[in-house]
């Protein structure tokens, strides 16, 4: 399978701990893009990088959520000290930049839960 | 923010007839995509139209865009139950970087 993966799917936490999600975006593409999904609500852009090289960050992305993407391949996601509003599905998604307006490839997903 | 809003925000249908999904949105664009998501799952993408396109077709699926009005809408035609899922529109333009903007959706429910 040659599409997107995201790990884990499913994560668990309890308040003030730390998690860490990686996604493995398709192998030539050289964009990745991270969305937070809340209930009910369409996904809304985090950030983004172009090989290993971070763009930009929204405004939602607070001090707490840190991203890498050391190497240009995958990329990883962090959220250190939890709190309840951060339970959401974290979805990744690759590109490549050399087709502008290129199609997006989703990743399945980590659904966090914040007890 | 997000840029899309879709009308309606739920839609309940007979198996068998068509589903109707509009769009509207607010700044230019490059291409306008629509995605499905299973309840709980992750996105599908279903269709993609550049801004010069007017209509594009896919098996069942159906899209039309209006950059003049700034919207678009997905036509499913004898719907299924296993199109029960939530339908969201999502806009990228070159100066957003491609950044998906995506709207708040539109669930919609097959009745058997």
């Known amino acids: 399978d040659t599409g997107v993966s995201q790990n884990p799917r499913h994560k668990i936490t309890k308040r003030g701990q730390n998690v860490t999600f990686r996604c493995d975006p398709i192998?030539?593409?050289?964009?990745l893009y991270w969305y937070r999904q809340t209930l009910g609500q369409g996904p809304e852009f985090l950030t983004y990088f172009q090989n290993e090289a971070q763009l930009e960050k929204s405004r939602l992305l607070s001090d707490r959520f840190s991203a890498e993407r050391p190497k240009g391949s995958f990329s990883t996601l962090e959220i250190q000290r939890t709190e309840q509003g951060d339970s959401a599905m974290y979805l990744c998604a690759s590109s490549s930049f050399r087709l502008a307006g290129a199609e997006q490839y989703f990743g399945p997903g980590t659904r966090l839960t914040v007890t | 923010s997000q840029q899309g809003e879709e009308d309606p925000q739920a839609l309940s249908i007979q198996e068998g007839e068509n589903a109707t999904m509009n769009c509207s949105y607010k700044t230019s664009i490059n291409n306008l995509q629509w995605y499905r998501q299973n309840s709980g799952r992750g996105l599908v993408h279903l269709i993609l139209i550049r801004s010069n396109e007017r209509e594009k077709h896919s098996g069942r699926l159906r899209v039309t865009l209006d950059t003049s009005k700034k919207s678009s809408s997905l036509l499913i035609t004898a719907s299924r139950a296993a199109d029960t899922a939530s339908y969201f529109c999502?806009?990228?333009?070159?100066?957003?970087?491609?950044?998906?903007?995506f709207g708040k959706g539109t669930r919609l429910h097959i009745l058997p």
């Open positions: 999502a806009t990228v333009s070159y100066y957003r970087d491609d950044k998906i903007i």
């Open positions: 192998s030539e593409h050289n964009r």
